[in-house]
């Protein structure tokens, strides 16, 4: 008698603290009542919450996920930008390009002239060109856009921050009369290469001073570590794409075309870098190289 007992106590507690539970929700769901303790939304770690009110000039926070995008793309932190040709032919040098840079109400135009080609390939070309506003030299990359893909190369330049790595300034994005989209990434301009300065020395049957080797290779191995330190592997070192500043032999790791993002244990293609400075392991077909 005294187990039955006990056992019916325990269960009409647990339907108590049930029936307690639920009418606690409902009041909380109902939202808080005269007499009532506002409970707080869970905040994140090492964050501060602040309680919004609905006087004076406090922004109320977004009630959906559309609310949240839309007020994002507002204050100009995904910014899509476009740019069109407002005068000569974008297929040859010497077009100007129209454009805008910065976001919110600090938009303002800017015009870049073309003036010569500086690299070219698969991916597409580079030109040199000139902020009119401020007389800047910068490169400006154009690649053509496949509209269903985000550029993976943009999403790597946006990450990148070092003085041995190239520096994306600006980006935006043009369309041709067949309907075309290319990305046009705006970087600083750097004149020389390494391939060019070796090119240099050989022509004149000279080698390259061993002094220089040492600090450009210094350089690239910063620049490596810094971009491994992100996971992210260039996947395309060669010395064309090793820029020199020839007055202050200051170089810069360039051209993202082929980086990735790398995943332990994810597979990737072995079909990658130019021929003649591709890894052993990728010559003989590995696609796991990111175990390590």
Do not use: W
Request: glycine share 8%; hydrophobic share 30%; with cysteine.
């Amino acid at each position: 008698m005294d187990l039955f007992k006990a056992t019916l106590s325990r269960k009409t507690g647990d339907a108590g603290e049930k029936l307690d539970t639920t009418q606690k929700r409902t009041k909380i769901a109902a939202g808080p009542a005269d007499g009532m303790v506002e409970r707080r939304p869970t905040q994140a770690l090492g964050t501060s919450y602040q309680p919004t009110s609905s006087k004076g000039n406090a922004e109320a926070l977004p009630q959906s996920l559309t609310q949240l995008r839309l007020k994002e793309e507002k204050d100009g932190k995904e910014a899509v930008y476009e740019g069109r040709v407002v005068e000569g032919d974008p297929s040859v040098c010497g077009h100007v390009i129209s454009t805008t840079a910065s976001g919110g109400s600090n938009r303002q135009s800017i015009n870049y002239s073309t003036e010569r080609v500086v690299g070219n390939g698969s991916f597409g070309v580079v030109f040199q060109a000139t902020c009119l506003e401020t007389g800047e030299t910068v490169a400006i990359k154009k690649v053509l856009q496949d509209k269903r893909f985000k550029n993976r190369e943009l999403q790597i330049m946006k990450m990148m921050d070092h003085c041995n790595v190239v520096q994306l300034q600006h980006c935006f994005y043009t369309t041709t009369e067949k309907d075309e989209v290319f990305l046009n990434l705006v970087l600083e301009f750097v004149p020389e290469t390494v391939y060019r300065i070796g090119k240099h020395y050989s022509k004149n049957g000279q080698r390259m001073p061993t002094l220089f080797v040492k600090l450009y290779v210094y350089q690239m191995c910063r620049a490596l570590a810094h971009i491994h330190s992100m996971q992210v592997c260039h996947r395309d070192i060669k010395p064309q794409n090793l820029l020199v500043n020839t007055q202050t032999h200051q170089l810069k790791l360039c051209d993202f075309g082929s980086a990735k993002v790398l995943m332990k244990g994810e597979p990737n293609i072995s079909y990658i870098c130019s021929r003649y400075y591709r890894a052993p392991e990728l010559i003989f077909g590995d696609r796991l190289h990111s175990r390590h």
